[in-house]
């Protein structure tokens, strides 16, 4: 399908999604987010796609909203349209997304970064919540994800003074998990994809969900979580076939 603001291509099993507002350095507008919505909500349903890159130029990410469509927003406008709403599809996807960030994170742009599974940088990578210098602060989640990602203290300096951070900081932080050189950061993320996509389907999305729930329960009902997942994979196909192939010292042939 031809988009406005993206691109999207497939690779074997594993969906690329590219933002793609050059001429304005992909700024999250409603048009992108629909259209973003669609492909991952699609990617997501069918089994043939078992994994998502998410990404956008070597020069940005994503450097925030689109302030020319909230300028004039009111609350109540906002409300009942559900502004933003559509944003979650990505955070609902149960597909594994990988964020494969180059440039600049900033604002709506590392909110959606974080949304995403795990963040892959690029050296050049910027990330920030600069909201407050222009009158208002992070709605996707900036001083939640963030604060569990990086502790209060760095997300409120970020929140309270807009600065930025580099890949390097960002990965001490905790905020991303590799930083890769730029011209190697499309090639690492379509390899960690496809690594991914050639795992067995249930453990993959449990991992996930298990992961997920520490974000949100106390350790004792995470843990649970985690012991009920790993109980019922006991005994399916995968499980016998992966087990098996460890100890015959050979690849995996999983069917799911």
């Known amino acids: 399908m031809t988009f406005e603001t993206i691109k999207t ?4 099993p594993v969906g690329i999604l590219t933002l793609h507002r050059p001429d304005a350095l992909n700024a999250l507008s409603s048009t992108m987010m629909s259209e973003v919505r669609e492909v991952i909500e699609g990617w997501d349903a069918d089994q043939g796609v078992r994994a998502i890159i998410l990404t956008g130029s070597e020069k940005a990410f994503a450097a925030g909203a689109d302030i020319n469509e909230m300028v004039d927003q009111n609350y109540l406008d906002a409300f009942e349209s559900g502004f933003l ?5 990505i955070s609902n996807c149960r597909t594994p997304i990988i964020a494969a ?4 994170a900033l604002g709506g742009g590392c909110e959606v970064a974080m949304m995403c599974d795990f963040i892959l940088a690029a050296d050049n990578a910027r990330f920030g919540q600069p909201e407050i210098k222009i009158g208002i602060i992070p709605g996707l989640g900036g001083t939640q994800r963030l604060t569990r990602l990086v502790g209060k203290s760095k997300a409120m300096e970020m929140c309270l003074t807009g600065r930025m951070i580099d890949a390097q900081e960002a ?9 890769v050189p730029l ?7 379509l390899l960690v994809a496809t690594s991914i996509a050639g795992l067995s389907r249930s453990p993959i999305l449990l991992a996930k969900e298990c992961v997920d729930s520490a974000m949100s329960t106390t350790l004792e009902e995470g843990l649970q979580v985690e012991r009920q997942a790993f109980l019922s994979l006991l005994g399916t196909t995968d499980q016998r076939e992966g087990m098996l192939a460890f100890s015959e010292k050979r690849a995996a042939k999983f069917t799911r």
Do not use: P, T
Not at 101 to 104: I, K, M, S
Not at 171 to 178: P, Q, Y
Not at 183 to 189: G, I, K, S
């Open 9 to 12: 291509r497939l690779s074997g």
């Open 85 to 89: 709403n559509d944003w979650n599809c």
């Open 101 to 104: 960030v180059a440039g600049y």
């Open 171 to 179: 990965e001490r932080s905790g905020l991303v998990s590799r930083v």
């Open 183 to 189: 011209a190697e950061l499309a090639d690492e993320a």
